[in-house]
């Protein structure tokens, strides 16, 4: 098991209160798993990708574990987990590509990252130079400023350079959204291949569009408002969800062949609920048209299936 | 209704202008009453130019642009006519008024006499047709309102006009996937009530679902043009077969 | 090019509610506590102060040389020809806060003016406007002074103002010019355009209430800057020539010695006084920058 999520809060101070963007989260990574993490803005998903490598300023660990590859990790601790970034847990963060340096050339970055963490960048670099043909770059990217690259490109070089260390964990915050739809395949196929080549043990893949999941991923997990909604292995999630938000989102995304004229989709009313005071109970209840009584009592994350874990009472 | 002609674009950039780029490039078409048209392109493609410049918000730099005959310009009486919706709801609303500022300005701009009781009148009935009530938005500002409540409320803002033409530029890229297919089956809901809307966007799916004619650009080009059906489903030009491939899609495959 | 999806906080409390929060947080600013608090006792001083003086500024009245006492009202001691410093002082303090508002406010409107037009405008505008920022801030305003202190036989207050507003707004045009640029690119321009605004009306009703915060720091900078560069030409000699300033008591208590006569209480208070105006404005700036950005503050 790469990775074991046990119960894990995060909350972000505000002045208004805190925000329980991540509520009690469990989760299992298996070795060499690609798993999605998807969910629409404010569910908390980016906040818990952020929670594995690096708590910033606003978050606050409030409780929970988390073990990768059977050895704990303080994530609270800043200090203590500074080993482990880059070589063992590595983040790819959202707008990473618009966060390189412009005024340093892409090779002398790599070089600065590189010596930060007490590694050598000339023995690496025929191995850096290797992964940069894999994923179709030219070695002579090394000597060009950001702003010579494209947005795919430079979603390479990021991906690359995060996992130039091998780290068995490497979490991907949206790393396709800003991308057209060609770069988009590329990008995602590559993460695929750097598992397949174990360039990394295993990834969690953070974005909103489950058509990419679909695609990509081994198994897809479903967050809303701070907490999971359900897990399963992705042709289940697609084919057979169980949980009603994963249905009704599921059922509101336009396939190619669909039209307004013949079939009108139908979207989910109203909004997800403030996460400063989160209603008790179940968190989809306001929106659910399956909701009961039942539902002001809080729904178990439990299993249904073969590894199908679903937080619904109507589901079971 | 709506003709574009051999329109093209182009812009000076390095010192004093010594290098240009065509964002446009020779792009024609039509848009007939009650029609959507779909302008499908990548990022760079001048899909967002050509919104822009049929709106008068940016200038020709060759050929014509013509609303019922007459070369569109940044008019009052053009934009009672013809209206735009953007692509980031929370950049398009002013933060430090309250939501109902943009109702405001139209009728500052547009209704400078119109009674309360007229006016208040008006804007019920726009709201309703973007099913929102008053009460979700009077007294509120930008950030308490979500992407796709702010959204509607620019349509509505359009609806008051009494337009014929509407620009949908991206306009739901930015929200949740929950909440773009409601704002999309209003548009589809208005062009049955006889809106024409040009809608560009990058995403090939929605245009499926919504335009009757779509065009595909590249590069500032128009490489392929037809009815939505058509160009979905035998697809002539290169360049729209790859893109169709490289749709994700949750049923099927890329290999 | 898709874009990612955008959150933002839905929050309960409206707009009223900001500006509480920006209070919350300027009551607990230190910098800016301190620094207005300084500002406001010295303004306070200027206004009241002059009420209180027993003699006229230029009064050649009193003993010569003597240290602060209580009687007669020398509070704060004669200079070496016997006038009453106090009243100097308290003169001088209250023409500093002239010349502040009225050079700083010139310096403000000229800046907005050009900085606005050429920040929406852009094109062949904007060059030509750069171009006059430009010159004006190479423009070696001593030199300018020189000659103008040449052919006028009286100077006033308000030339002195005046001369500073002219002189010293380009940095100021040149920062408002970049935070409209970036403000003209958000959609709610365009949607202005749409209802048939014209430009004047959206730069003054959709641009600069956006910039509010950051136009009133930019004052508050004027402002201190318009008492320092004054009291810098009064200290040269270029100062009013018909009233006595705090640059200028400065400048003839070098002039007269009076360091080496130990006549501290002649140049200490015109020297702090600047000194503690200036700060003070400065560090209430900071303050304010961090009340007014969010990424500033401290939770």
Redesign the interface.
């Known amino acids: 098991m790469t990775l074991v999520v046990d119960d894990l809060r995060v909350y972000y101070r505000s002045l208004a209160g805190d925000v329980k963007a991540v509520d009690g989260i469990d989760l299992e990574l298996a070795d060499g798993e690609v798993m999605g993490l998807a969910g629409e803005s404010g569910c908390g998903k980016s906040t818990f990708g952020k929670a594995l490598i690096k708590l910033d300023s606003r978050m606050r660990w409030v409780g929970g574990t988390v073990t990768l590859d059977g050895e704990e990790l303080h994530v609270w601790d800043d200090e203590v987990m500074n080993p482990h970034r880059l070589d063992d847990v590595s983040l790819v963060p959202q707008y990473a590509m618009s966060a390189l340096n412009p005024t340093r050339k892409i090779g002398r970055m790599i070089h600065d990252l590189l010596r930060a963490r007490g590694v050598d960048f000339a023995p690496l670099r025929p191995e850096l130079e290797r992964r940069l043909q894999l994923v179709g770059l030219d070695s002579s990217v090394l000597d060009l400023y950001p702003i010579e690259l494209s947005g795919g490109m430079k979603q390479r070089v990021v991906l690359v350079v995060s996992t130039l260390l091998n780290p068995s964990l490497l979490i991907a915050d949206e790393i396709t959204s800003a991308l057209d739809v060609s770069t988009q395949k590329a990008v995602a196929e590559m993460l695929v291949a750097f598992r397949d080549r174990e360039f990394v043990k295993s990834v969690i893949v953070i974005t909103h569009d489950l058509s990419i999941l679909a695609q990509v991923a081994d198994s897809i997990v479903v967050m809303y408002a701070g907490k999971l909604a359900e897990k399963a292995a992705t042709a289940t999630i697609v084919d057979e969800p169980r949980h009603p938000y994963t249905r009704m989102l599921i059922g509101s995304l336009p396939e190619v062949g669909v039209r307004f004229a013949e079939h009108r989709l139908q979207g989910i009313k109203g909004r997800p609920p403030s996460l400063i005071e989160p209603p008790a109970g179940c968190r989809f209840r306001d929106r659910c048209p399956l909701a009961t009584p039942r539902c002001a009592a809080e729904p178990p994350y439990r299993a249904c299936g073969d590894g199908h874990f679903v937080a619904c009472w109507e589901a079971e | 209704m709506l003709a574009l002609d051999d329109v093209s674009k182009t812009y000076r950039i390095g010192a004093f202008g010594s290098r240009s780029i065509r964002a446009v490039d020779g792009v024609s078409f039509r848009v007939e009453p009650g029609e959507v048209v779909s302008l499908i392109g990548?990022?760079?493609s001048g899909k967002s130019t050509i919104g822009r410049m049929i709106?008068g918000?940016t200038r020709i730099t060759e050929g014509r642009i013509t609303f019922d005959g007459h070369d569109v310009a940044?008019?009052?009486d053009f934009?009672r006519r013809a209206?735009?919706v953007?692509?980031?709801?929370?950049?398009?609303?002013?933060?430090?008024?309250?939501a109902d500022h943009?109702f405001a300005?139209?009728r500052?701009?547009?209704f400078p006499h119109e009674s309360n009781g007229a006016w208040h009148a008006k804007l019920a009935h726009a709201l309703d047709a973007v099913a929102l009530s008053p009460n979700d938005v009077f007294?509120?500002?930008p950030?308490?309102?979500?992407?796709g409540q702010l959204q509607r409320v620019?349509v509505a803002r359009a609806l008051l006009l009494d337009i014929e033409l509407l620009i949908a530029d991206?306009i739901i890229?930015?929200?949740?996937?929950?909440?773009?297919?409601?704002v999309?089956?209003l548009l589809?809901d208005l062009k049955e009530h006889g809106l024409a809307i040009v809608f560009i966007t990058?995403?090939?799916?929605?245009g499926?679902?919504?335009s009757d004619k779509t065009i595909i650009l590249r590069h500032g080009r128009i490489v392929e043009h037809g009815p939505?059906?058509q160009v979905?489903a035998h697809p002539q030009d290169e360049y729209t077969q790859?893109?169709?491939e490289?749709?994700?899609?949750?049923?099927g495959?890329?290999r | 090019m898709s874009a990612t999806v955008v959150h933002r906080p839905v929050a309960e409390e409206s707009r009223p509610g900001v500006v509480r929060e920006a209070l919350h947080f300027a009551l607990r600013n230190r910098k800016l506590v301190v620094g207005s608090s300084i500002t406001l006792a010295m303004l306070l001083f200027a206004l009241v102060g002059p009420l209180l003086a027993r003699h006229p500024a230029l009064e050649y009245g009193g003993r010569l040389s003597s240290a602060p006492t209580t009687t007669d009202g020398y509070w704060f001691g004669t200079t070496l020809l016997g006038q009453d410093v106090y009243a100097q002082f308290v003169n001088g303090l209250r023409l500093a806060f002239t010349v502040g508002a009225l050079g700083g406010g010139i310096a403000a409107c000229i800046g907005m003016l050009v900085g606005f037009t050429a920040g929406y405008r852009s094109g062949i505008v904007d060059e030509i406007l750069n171009m006059l920022t430009n010159v004006v801030l190479v423009i070696p305003t001593f030199a300018l002074l020189l000659v103008i202190a040449a052919y006028l036989k009286v100077r006033g207050v308000m030339t002195e103002s005046v001369f500073i507003g002219v002189t010293s707004w380009p940095w100021a045009a040149r920062a408002i010019r970049a935070q409209t640029f970036s403000l003209v690119s958000r959609d709610f321009v365009d949607m202005a355009r749409l209802s048939g605004r014209r430009s004047g009306r959206i730069i003054f009703q959709e641009i600069a209430p956006n910039m509010s915060s950051y136009l009133f720091m930019m004052f508050i900078l004027l402002f201190g800057n318009a008492i320092l560069i004054a009291a810098t030409l009064d200290f040269i000699g270029l100062g009013p020539s018909n009233t006595i300033s705090l640059g200028m008591m400065m400048q003839l208590s070098v002039q007269n010695a009076a360091l080496q006569l130990h006549l501290w209480w002649w140049f200490l208070p015109p020297g702090l006084a600047i000194t503690a105006i200036v700060g003070s404005l400065y560090v209430m700036n900071v303050g304010l920058d961090e009340v007014f950005n969010p990424k500033l503050r401290q939770l």
């Open positions: 990548e990022s760079g709106l918000l940044p008019s009052r934009y209206q735009g953007f692509q980031d709801p929370f950049s398009s609303f002013n933060p430090v008024y309250k943009v300005t139209v500052e701009g547009f007294g509120k500002y950030h308490q309102l979500s992407g620019l991206e890229s930015m929200l949740d996937a929950s909440t773009r297919i409601d999309l089956n589809g990058h995403d090939l799916s929605l499926n679902y919504i939505t059906p979905f790859a893109l169709l490289a749709v994700p899609l949750l049923h495959s890329w």
